[in-house]
């Protein structure tokens, strides 16, 4: 059985509503028996329990973040006993969404209460998926009239937009759904990335790699939009058309352990299997390392810049250069870079960049 969980986001006025249904027939007519987990905050404020009303808004995210929590657990629950071997279950809106309605301090009390970090919360999510708000790039289409819970300014919907990308940045697989096309197109395009994150018409992965001139870690911690993530992966032994690899990311105490296993074709990886790892399986999964191959070490900062999902990987064998991906539905999508990374050429069909091959080379070796 495979039960994969994702969440759709997004700011005022993007769609997220006509999208869910959308979402549920895209894949049921691909075999899937979809769940859908609804917008926790609607239920609270329609039944009286709100920021307002509440002693307090950290009082209320309290509440709100509980509640979702044990939803989506019932969900979860109530998925593993269904016959089907394909569910996905769609959480309209995630847990990290109520960050934006958070002050810093706020945030750290309500993680205290629930017993959690915020990459625990963030990382619980097999995909992200954020629709922008028509405020940015449509403002013809940006109503109050078809939300009564609707408030926002135009200017407001894009400071909120803003946040969410904030929030989720960091997350491995996040994408945002722009208005560069017209909402129908817009609806096609998160339904093709829901579909290839699922594996479903497509590769898994495509990718397409850079090598960097070093960059200005001041300026990318600086950023609102950027999240420093610490990683150490180790390869396992295994066949030379696959890569197995588990991976540690974020610090101690607040890491989330994964098992991933890739098929390689030609440039192209294809997913075969991932699941989280508890860390006693990590550490049991740590003695199958492929002795030939060194543990990687590296600090990914996770970068959204014009609606492109960026992950910058930073080795401390390198004080020269660095490496920037990007994941892609289509090949030709133009890639357009913060003007502060400067690209040094494009490495994709180059082995030499692999991690695999990074890690095979001696302790010590930098290029």
Known sequence: ?????????????????????????????????????????????????????????????????????????????????????????????????????????EFAHVLDYLGMNEAELRDGYDAVFHLVTAA????????????????????????????????????????????????????????????????????????????????????????PNCQKVPIVQYYLRSDPDREIRIRQRGQSGEAIFTFTEKAIEGTHKHLVRQRRLTEREYEMLLLQADPKMRCIEKTRYCLTYEGQYFEIDVFPCWDDQAIAEIELSNEETPVAFPPQIKVIREVTGDPTYRNAVIASKPKGATH
Not at 37 to 45: C, H, K
């Open 136 to 223: 940015k790039g449509a403002e013809e289409f940006y109503t109050l009239e078809n939300n009564g819970a609707r408030y926002e300014t135009v200017e407001q919907a894009r400071e909120l937009d803003d946040k969410f990308i904030e929030a989720w940045t960091g997350h491995p697989h996040f994408r945002v759904i722009d208005n560069r096309s017209d909402f129908e197109g817009k609806l096609r395009q998160l339904i093709r990335e829901i579909t290839y994150f699922l594996g479903e018409l497509a590769p898994y992965e495509m990718e397409r790699k850079f090598l960097i001139e070093y960059p200005d870690l001041e300026w990318l911690d600086s950023l």
């Open 1 to 105: 059985m495979s039960i994969t969980k994702i969440v759709v986001t997004g700011g005022p006025c993007g769609g997220k509503t006509t999208a869910l249904t959308r979402i549920q027939t895209a894949l049921s007519h691909l075999g899937y028996t979809v769940l859908v987990v609804p917008e926790t905050a609607t239920a609270l404020i329609s039944g009286g329990v709100a920021p307002w009303t509440c002693g307090s808004n950290e009082e209320y995210q309290k509440c709100q973040m509980k509640m979702q929590l044990q939803k989506e657990r019932v969900f979860e629950q109530a998925a593993a006993t269904m016959p089907n071997n394909k569910i996905v279950i769609v959480c309209d809106r995630g847990e990290l969404d109520n960050r934006a309605y958070m002050t810093d301090e």
